[in-house]
């Protein structure tokens, strides 16, 4: 796609071996993708406030396995609302939702069919429903 990989310039931006750091700046293609069920104004809008956005792949925390377990992180109940493609299509920010759900212990998995990325924007009433059921399970 469109996206670009920058560094992140500034004091600290080096990782722990002294690499500098880099982000990831989504373009106007992508966006369009991620966009694609929500109304035109709110994508205009997202491609007007990119900003760099760091991955984290690298943060130390992320790769303590003594951290990351179900006993520890997986106690706090997670619900992920996964943004189904519309149709049936399956799209690679779907794709990445999945890997992030299978790399989070103790997740609950809600979907919601025929939302792109922004599930906010594409599907606000039935997100609404969503959170208010998930918040009912776990007062």
């Not at 792109?116 to 918040?135: F, Q, T, W, Y």
Request: glycine share 8%; hydrophobic share 40%.
């Amino acid at each position: 796609m469109d996206c670009q990989m920058v560094a992140i310039t500034g004091t600290g931006s080096e990782d722990a071996g002294g690499q500098q750091e880099t982000a990831i700046v989504m373009g106007p293609k992508f966006l369009e993708k991620c966009y694609k069920e929500s109304p035109a104004e709110d994508l205009t809008l997202a491609k007007l406030l990119v900003r760099p956005g760091n991955q984290f792949m690298d943060d130390p925390v992320m790769k303590d396995e003594a951290l990351l377990t179900a006993a520890n992180y997986g106690s706090v109940k997670k619900v992920f609302v996964v943004a189904k493609a519309a149709h049936g299509s399956s799209t690679s920010t779907e794709e990445v939702q999945r890997w992030i759900e299978a790399t989070n212990p103790g997740t609950e998995v809600q979907e919601m069919a025929g939302a792109d990325h922004a599930v906010m924007n594409s599907k606000p009433r039935e997100l609404c429903d969503v959170l208010v059921g998930i918040a009912s399970r776990y007062d």
